[in-house]
């Protein structure tokens, strides 16, 4: 990835209770990013949310402690971004509650 250019932004929104095996889906996501050699992934954590499946439960505070929103942000040039995303579409295709996957072009201003 280099400065002044235009890259993707893959953002990836799911809730931290999201599984892949046993395992937090967001971690195994991310690792197979670095795996890939993508520029660079970030996991942030929400404090409040809710998915279009999910609605009622997921406004619910109490529960936060226990399930908050995640958002993945992954990003590099645009054929490496797609290039994962078809790589670890099936994880998303399993899963039984709601989730958003979007794309973005950014530009790079500074990277180092």
Same mark, same amino acid.
């Given at each position: 990835?280099?400065?002044?250019?235009?890259?993707?932004?893959?953002?990836?929104?799911?809730?931290?209770?999201?599984?892949?095996?046993?395992?937090?889906?967001?971690? +195994?996501?991310?690792?197979?990013?670095?795996?890939?050699?993508?520029?660079?992934?970030?996991?942030?954590?929400?404090?409040?949310?809710?998915?279009?499946?999910?609605?009622?439960?997921?406004?619910?505070?109490?529960?936060?402690?226990?399930?908050?929103?995640?958002?993945?942000?992954?990003?590099?040039?645009?054929?490496?971004?797609?290039?994962?995303?078809?790589?670890? +579409?099936?994880?998303?295709?399993?899963?039984?509650?709601?989730?958003?996957?979007?794309?973005?072009?950014?530009?790079?201003?500074?990277?180092?």
């Amino acid at each position: 990835m280099t400065a002044n250019q235009t890259h993707s932004l893959l953002r990836i929104y799911l809730s931290s209770t999201d599984k892949d095996a046993n395992d937090p889906i967001y971690e +195994k996501i991310v690792a197979i990013a670095n795996e890939h050699g993508l520029a660079g992934a970030t996991v942030l954590r929400g404090v409040l949310g809710y998915k279009a499946k999910d609605r009622q439960s997921s406004l619910n505070i109490s529960l936060q402690k226990e399930k908050y929103p995640i958002v993945i942000e992954i990003m590099d040039k645009n054929e490496k971004v797609i290039s994962f995303f078809e790589k670890i +579409k099936s994880k998303f295709d399993k899963m039984t509650k709601g989730c958003l996957i979007t794309i973005e072009s950014i530009d790079v201003l500074f990277y180092k």
